[in-house]
């Protein structure tokens, strides 16, 4: 549906990222090289940072649950709930260009980092009603026999779903050694603030069709039922009944929010001499994003009720559609621990990183229900250092 796109998609926004960065790139670069010209130090001024994480998205959001879904035998059937979960990982990358004066404490760097997810899910399941026992009993006629009527049709759940997820967090900062020696001589800390942009869409689709509740409604009958004669007589007759529902729903959700970010990094030496060291890096993060929650859903049931072998009635039919936008103020806590292998030049990290991101996502369906969003997961990362 035209209406549950975003207006700004994600990949422009990561387009316009990269952009930004390689433009950032080139300028620091050119600047490093300059600088390195007129005094020739060991000290890269310009830092180029590359890698990719692999993340646990947790946070959650609703499902759809229209109220078919309670007739349902969960003993029998998998709910099209539990279908509709979310991906629980997400893959991308990350990049940072950072670059520190000759004899300066301050540093600047801009940052990016990129996620997504999806998965999709089909689900069908029968179940084989058991057959019905039909009698009739003609006392002046001495007719008397039963016999097993098979279930004309059968019970079945049909699901299609499917998610999609991305985010991206972008940081300006600007940042100042502050060497507090905290964890030894060999050990260095920054202190850095700026800005933090953080987006986060998600877009979900359902399709369900249904006959959850066949089944053989019995009718007992003193005489013989018309057009027949009204004899006096015994019968009990099976009469199928069964409801066709079918069900689609839409829903696109998304949070941008800017605001003021504040960082500290640490590392101290384990091993290793000028050339080549093993360091154990740490930091934390704390930030709070103000921005804007939207809800787009849009879903519609369609219900037949059978009786016998015919639709008894016209379809029941219901659409709904339910936009929303809301200011919000959201605020974010990460950190990460790692190690590094650190030579003049060069840099590879491996570590574990999370980030909370509270109250950041509206994700109710036809009312507004906020969840946290949270990444937490392994990265690697290579850096390498030009000028000086």
């Known amino acids: 549906m035209s209406e549950l796109t975003n207006a700004r998609p994600v990949g422009e926004l990561f387009r316009w990222s990269l952009l930004a960065g390689a433009s950032a790139a080139v300028l620091l670069a050119a600047i490093g090289m300059s600088g390195a010209c007129a005094d020739e130090t060991d000290r890269p001024t310009v830092w180029i940072e590359l890698g990719g994480q692999l993340e646990r998205v947790d946070g959650g959001a609703g499902a759809f649950a229209p109220r078919f879904f309670s007739q349902i035998n969960t003993a029998t059937f998998t709910s099209p709930v539990e279908i509709q979960r979310l991906p629980r990982y997400a893959v991308g990358g990350e990049g940072r260009v950072s670059f520190q004066p000759e004899g300066s404490s301050l540093s600047f760097s801009v940052g990016v980092r990129y996620g997504r997810s999806n998965n999709s899910r089909k689900l069908h399941q029968e179940s084989q009603p058991g057959s019905a026992y039909e009698y009739l009993s003609v006392p002046l006629f001495n007719l008397h026999q ?8 059968k019970g079945f759940v049909s699901t299609v779903s499917r998610n999609d997820e991305s985010h991206v967090v972008m940081d300006f900062q600007v940042g100042k050694d502050v060497g507090l020696g905290l964890f030894g ?8 603030g700026g800005l933090r942009f953080a987006q986060f869409s ?4 359902v399709s369900v069709n ?4 066949f089944h053989f ?6 005489h013989l039922p018309p057009p027949l004669p009204p004899f006096p007589a015994n019968v009990d007759a099976a009469i199928p009944k069964w409801h066709i529902d079918n069900f689609k729903g839409e829903v696109a959700r ?16 384990i091993a290793g001499n000028q050339a080549e060291e093993l360091t154990f890096d740490f930091g934390a993060n704390l930030a709070v994003l103000f921005g804007r929650q939207k809800v787009q859903s849009h879903h519609a049931t369609t219900s037949v009720y059978h009786y016998r072998q015919s639709a008894s009635a016209p379809p029941d039919h219901h659409s709904y559609t339910y936009p929303r936008s809301r200011s919000v103020v959201v605020p974010n806590v990460g950190g990460f621990a790692g190690l590094s292998l650190e030579f003049p030049n060069a840099k590879i990290s491996f570590g574990y990183r ?34 000086g």
């Not at 039963?146 to 049709?153: D, H, K, L, N, T």
């Not at 001589?185 to 850095?192: I, P, W």
């Open 254 to 269: 998304s949070f941008r929010g800017l605001g003021p970010t504040v960082a500290w990094n640490s590392s101290a030496v």
């Open 217 to 222: 409604s019995y009718v007992h009958y003193s």
């Open 354 to 387: 999370a980030d909370m991101f509270f109250g950041a996502v509206d994700g109710g369906i036809d009312t507004r229900k906020t969840f946290d969003r949270a990444f937490f997961g392994p990265f690697a990362d290579f850096s390498i250092g030009l000028g």
């Open 185 to 192: 001589h060999h050990s260095e800390s920054n202190v850095s």
């Open 210 to 213: 249904a006959d959850p509740d």
């Open 146 to 153: 039963g016999a097993y009527i098979p279930a004309p049709a």
């Open 202 to 205: 998600s877009a979900s689709s």
